[in-house]
């Protein structure tokens, strides 16, 4: 008689959650120095806002790195909808909004400092 084991997927097979922790304290932890230094008027707003691009490019993107046992590329083709399916989807789209937001603020930003000085 043989017995069938129900494999419960979770997250923790897909992505190490210490290392996406580890990722977003980073990132969070430099926008905040950043944005204490530019509240404090210690660095430039165009340089700080690069930075806090820059830092939270980072983490998206090595969260993206860090999935394991998925082939991303397959599973975003992919037809149908599965478990793999839709982590990839929405690791695409969390990856994305992670890396426009800041982006477009910092570019309106430059826009108005542009305008601002002429």
């Known amino acids: ?47 700080a806002m690069l930075s806090i691009l820059a830092s939270s490019v980072w983490p998206a993107l090595m969260t993206v790195l860090s999935v394991q046992n998925v082939n991303l590329l397959e599973e975003l083709r992919a037809r149908t909808v ?11 789209v969390t990856t994305a909004l992670m890396t426009v937001i800041p982006a477009f603020i910092f570019i309106r930003r430059l826009i108005q400092l542009s305008r601002h000085g002429d």
């Open 82 to 92: 599965t478990l793999e399916a839709v982590f990839a989807w929405s690791l695409v």
């Open 1 to 47: 008689m043989s017995t069938t084991r129900v494999r419960w997927l979770s997250m923790g097979g897909y992505v190490n959650m210490y290392e996406i922790g580890l990722f977003l304290f980073i990132g969070l932890l430099f926008m905040a120095v950043n944005i204490f230094l530019m509240s404090r008027r210690l660095i430039r707003t165009r340089y």
